[in-house]
């Protein structure tokens, strides 16, 4: 309720501020609940943060969450996960396509029925959506007879299908085709900034904004401005660079190291991702400038995050994700607004399961009982609820052989077989189809690089498997929280 008491006496230092009536007559209405808007990165890892000072000011402003993690480090399953608030074994998407993922998959099992859109907009939110949706959803596709689609839930809507470019693209904007081309206006990621400024200024509060940038994913494409910033900027080069782990897994032990060739196409894959997520950093800071502006700053949360992480590099492996190393599953989340304790660090164990529950919750709703994920506003005082989960769950499917994938692994990136993990603030725990188990103790070995599985106590091997086992089992919060907590 701290978020609650916190937009009440803004409210009424607002009412108290207004001696002159001209001035109160420009103070916007603000309604019980709190504007939301959302910004979700594609790709983005905690490695680029440095480079963002709109993010890190946001992070000053607010909370960051320390052990954040995805369901899956691979777009689709991620973004189902944070639409529904559920692990892949529920919502049925695992993959970017096929019989086991993708957006033909979310539409049929009927996950668009029950999203936070669909929530907020009961409760009268104003819900707009931006930018990039699930993979295989077509702008000008016609689903269920609806030409144009737009799901449910949302009242303004300008998503791209394929935005990976930046440029040559088609929006579906409000069931209207939009197309852009190759000038440098036509920018997606500053066209939905500019998009985002209208909803801000002009739409009904409250409103919830998500904008979901292609950026920083491949092929990196920066904005005009910001070709030939970072010159000679190289990737990372940690411990684990060019290093394989100790027992690593099948699918790994046997990569080769990193030929000259490789690592100067890392470290240009480091360099655009760099110059993509100026883009993105700039529109965050004008995005609250334009809070600011329209009087509603005070009442609006504002959240970044990413679907996934991304490694470039580290265990030998180049470019792309999908894999339970820390540099793909463990990303930013950042949330500041009222209620929200400025400067804060969040270290209990969260994931992308628990946003839609926190928007629903900060909306005043009572998330759906098979939610598996919790609200994240018990967190927001610093002191935590008693019995909040120590473990997290990583569900993968693999190895990845749609070519037609835009994060199809290239040779020599990583394409892991299908696998779950468990992930505690200090320690990893992996088990693959084929049998293979990983075991990395990050307080020792924060890197990775020593697969410890085979010297684990029996009792310990015992108790990680069946904590696993229950997490990837469990159905809704009360379930899935208890199942967390085993892994103590």
């Not at 669909?118 to 000008?140: E, F, S, V």
């Not at 329209?294 to 949360?301: I, L, N, Q, R, Y």
């Not at 492996?317 to 793909?328: I, M, N, P, R, S």
Request: charged share 20%; net charge neutral.
């Amino acid at each position: 309720m701290l978020f609650r008491r916190t937009i009440a006496v803004v409210l009424l230092l607002l009412v108290a501020g207004c001696s002159k009536p001209q001035q109160a007559a420009v103070q916007p209405t603000q309604p019980t609940q709190p504007n939301i808007v959302f910004v979700l990165t594609d790709d983005l890892s905690m490695n680029l943060l440095q480079y963002m000072p709109q993010a890190q000011q946001l992070a000053k402003d607010g909370a960051s969450f320390s052990n954040y993690t995805v369901t899956d480090s691979l777009c689709c399953p991620s973004r189902s996960s944070i639409f529904t608030g559920k692990f892949p074994h529920d919502t049925g998407v695992f993959t970017n396509g096929g019989k086991d993922g993708g957006f033909k998959v979310f539409h049929q099992r009927q996950n668009e029925d029950s999203t936070f859109a669909t929530a907020l907009q009961k409760a009268g939110y104003h819900a707009a959506m931006m930018g990039k949706y699930l993979n295989g959803y077509q702008p000008d596709g016609t689903v269920d007879g609806q030409q144009n689609y737009v799901p449910p839930g949302w009242n303004d809507w300008y998503v791209a299908g394929n935005g990976y470019n930046e440029y040559n693209y088609t929006l579906n904007a409000n069931h209207q085709l939009e197309k852009h081309g190759k000038a440098p206006n036509d920018y997606l990621t500053d066209v939905l900034a500019g998009k985002a400024h209208g909803v801000i200024t002009s739409a009904k509060q409250p409103f919830f904004l998500e904008i979901a940038t292609f950026a920083p994913h491949a092929p990196y494409t920066p904005a005009p401005q910001d070709k030939k910033k970072f010159p000679g900027l190289k990737a990372p080069r940690d411990a684990s660079y060019d290093k394989l782990p100790a027992n690593a897994p099948p699918w790994l032990a046997k990569h080769p190291a990193l030929t000259p060739k490789q690592q100067k196409a890392l470290d240009k894959a480091f360099r655009k991702r760099v110059q993509a997520v100026q883009a993105v950093d700039r529109m965050i800071g004008s995005l609250r400038a334009t809070l600011e502006q329209a009087g509603v700053a005070d009442h609006t949360v504002v959240v970044f995050s990413s679907d996934n992480g991304y490694h470039l590099g580290e265990h030998r492996l180049t470019a792309g994700k999908q894999t339970a190393f820390e540099t793909d599953v463990h990303v930013p989340l950042v949330m500041a607004g009222p209620g929200i304790k400025a400067g804060s660090t969040v270290p209990q164990s969260v994931q992308n399961v628990d946003l839609a529950p926190t928007f629903e919750t900060l909306a005043g709703l009572t998330p759906a009982a098979d939610v598996d994920g919790r609200s994240l506003t018990a967190l927001f005082g610093g002191t935590p609820p008693a019995g909040w989960r120590t473990a997290s769950l990583v569900e993968h499917h693999g190895p990845d052989i749609d070519r037609k994938d835009p994060d199809y692994p290239p040779k020599g990136s990583g394409n892991p077989t299908t696998y779950e993990a468990l992930r505690t603030a200090t320690s990893t725990y992996v088990e693959y189809s084929d049998g293979t188990v990983e075991y990395y103790d990050r307080t020792k070995d924060p890197l990775q690089l020593d697969n410890t599985a085979g010297s684990l106590p029996a009792a310990k091997k015992t108790q990680l498997h069946n904590a696993l086992h229950a997490l990837k089992t469990c159905h809704n919060e009360t379930a899935c929280t208890k199942a967390g907590r085993m892994a103590g």
